[in-house]
Nanobody, 118 residues
Framework: QVQLVESGGGLVQPGGSLRLSCAAS????????MAWYRQATGKQRDLVAR???????TYADSVKGRFTISRDNAKNTVYLQMDSLKPEDTAVYYC????????????WGQGTQVTVSS
């Protein structure tokens, strides 16, 4: 089992940047696929970016070229660098971990609020 704690959210102006962090504990972090999701008020939770245990990344079309997901296995942490932020990026951002040996088992963090507004 793994526990996840997100941080780094906040209020930022359009065009600004934020870096989210998700610290994991309790298991072999390097063997987990990690992902960031977001959920705006009244909308479903959607995938933003994903990085697997080999470092392969995928992105939602809406964030390609603006967001970068990365992981530091030595620190048990996954990051989401968000640049050129837009008001439509406003949402609660969640971190998810999926073990390589049990792909139907997901663990979620508590979420961190990102608000893009002038």
């Amino acid at each position: 089992q793994v526990q996840l704690v997100e941080s780094g959210g906040g209020l930022v102006q359009p065009g600004g940047s934020l870096r989210l962090s998700c610290a994991a504990s309790g298991s072999i972090f390097s063997l987990y696929a990690m992902a960031w999701y977001r959920q705006a008020t009244g909308k479903q939770r959607d995938l933003v970016a994903r990085i697997n245990s080999s470092g392969t990344t995928t992105y939602a079309d809406s964030v390609k070229g603006r967001f970068t997901i990365s992981r530091d296995n030595a620190k048990n942490t996954v990051y989401l660098q968000m640049d050129s932020l837009k008001p439509e990026d406003t949402a609660v951002y969640y971190c998810k971990a999926t073990p390589k040996w049990h792909p139907n088992e997901d663990y979620w963090g508590q979420g961190t609020q990102v608000t893009v507004s002038s």
